[in-house]
């Protein structure tokens, strides 16, 4: 067994190299080289500047002397943002805006998506057409608004947790996920006097664990990272999550003036503040990016196989 | 709407079926009548019910609230407007300059942007194909993945930064002689601000699909390419291109969807009345002039038009690739 195995490896090793290397093609493999950690280097860079950034006096900042590295290692900058109540209660609305919002979303997608798996339901099709429709035919931005307005919505968490609470894409992997789980789980199950309520909780769902923890990033992600939703049905500062509270600091910065209402509009926030805001909202993606990306990538592919 | 009810009286597997363990067995009969349907699964139609409702009135509700773009709308009042007006709006914003201002901002924005954002994913790909050190590659893609998880209002600060008269950009742009630009301020540098970005932002992730498709590809036929003499790039042009042709085709129709709404978010948060006379598009357009100005029907007008092109473009993509190449999304 050990000496097949290891032929096998000999065989996958030996295999690029019997492909004749030509001159030419050495020359590639250095500029791809080049090529590939040009793209690795212009992608960190922005971080990197605006860590260096954050750290750097003012001063320092306005002269145009920052790059990689802080200029007059400054920390009162953290400090005051640190000690800024609202950047706290922004953050702890974000924190509850994605947690009550993700809640409700894979709530609803899983139940959907279970149904919409069960092939012998009538009137599956008509369902999976009411649902793939809106992907093609999309109500728009204004009476969206009008809608969620006349709910009475506004200035609530609901109007940024339901507008959104089923992604299409989504639920058509988690469909694809259930329509391939053995059947006979379920009817052993069935005959066992589960309903289906049960066979749901009971054996789906601990069957279907990856699956749901991909969903739910995907999901948590999303609504970590959105801000129009808020800051088109909220106005009032305490409400709102900390995307907008960056947003406000940046239109302060421009001078531009979108929603005169917002009063943190009016805020001129010097550079080193809105660098430190943007590490603080950027570090617990940061953190959690390398554990998650490889769920992301198996869940584009699982939708990928059916769309 | 009903099935058809030949399905329903005999048992045909519907069109190939997913690999799948499910595979060879049949599946339950469909039941005849809706009243044994509901009889026999009550319980997973109830399933149903709170799924039906979001569509019910946050997807289907809103569309049907387009019908304002034709009706007077008074805010507070009835979603569905008070009295018919006719084609009222749409002839007003089809004869006001300011709309042809943004629609061709539009066009522009989103035909550059898919000049660039399209194909280079494709080239990425296939770069990082040729990389034999397995862990330098996943090095490269988890990098290169990390702009896609940001938020959009992130992206935006860090255009501030980097974009100021002390950012970085400016610092090269003095190192190599040149005086500071106010990029952010300057509209001839709207598009380049935008489209760069984008890219920043999308070429990484958009490497995903296409390195899958690149591994499903058949080995022996770069062996049969090479024995008839193809060298590195003929086998690239005559056989990775081929085999990653679906997937491109899809992704370009998809792409066409949204063709049209542009990169809304971003330029909102980018743009400002100095970078309007090239940044302003019809979403943005739209939102000022609906919710900021109150215009609700006249915006709904404008709403209507922007996804009826989307739609169109959609459709008849999906059409000319089907007869052209053969791949289609439905």
Redesign the interface.
Known sequence: MVTIDSGLKDLRAARPRRIRLSKGYRVFQVVNGIVLTAVVVLTLYPFINIVARSFSEEAYIIAGKVNLVPRGFDLRAYRLVLNDELFWTSYRNTVVYTFVSTLIAITLTTCFAYVLAKKHLKGRNALIGIAVFTLVFQPGLIPNYVLVTSLGLKNTIWAVALPNAINVFNLLVMKTFFENLPVELEEAAAVDGLNTYGILLRIVLPLSKAVIATMVLFYAVTFWNSWFGAFLYMDRLDLFPVTVYLRNLLAGATGADFMGSAPGDVVQSAATIQAVTIVLTVVPILAVYPFVQRFFVTGVLLGAVKG | ???PRTI?LVVIP?GPR?A???RD?P?????RT?RR?LRR?W???S??I???L??A??????????V?AFRR?V??GN?FGERWVGLRYIRLFLSDPAFWDVFTNTLLIGVLTLVFTFPLPVV?AL??N???TRY?KR??Q??????H??????V???L???L?????I??MV?FVGGD?IPF?QRSDWFRTVYVSSEV?QT??WGT??YL?ALTTIDTDLYEAA?IDGA??WRQTWHVTLPGIRP?MV?LLILNL?TFMTVGF?KI??I???LTYPTGDVI?TY??RV???SGS?SY??AI??F??LIA?TL?VSANAISRRAVGTS?W
């Open positions: 709407m009903s099935t329903d519907e997913p799948g363990p499910n067995r599946a339950p009969p469909r039941p809706w349907a699964d319980q997973l139609y399933l149903a709170l799924p039906l979001f569509f009135i946050f997807r289907y509700l809103p569309m049907l609230g387009n304002i709308f805010p507070g979603i990425l770069l990082l040729e990389v034999r330098l090095f490269v988890s990098v290169s993945y990390l702009p998880f940001l938020s959009i209002v992130i935006a600060a860090m501030f930064q980097l100021s008269i002390d950012g970085v400016n610092q003095r500071s952010l920043w070429v990484g995903i699909l899958a090479a060298n590195r997937t899809t969807g978010e909102l948060l743009y400002n009345p979403a739209l939102y609906g919710i900021v609700f915006a709904a709403g209507l922007e996804a739609l959609v999304i």
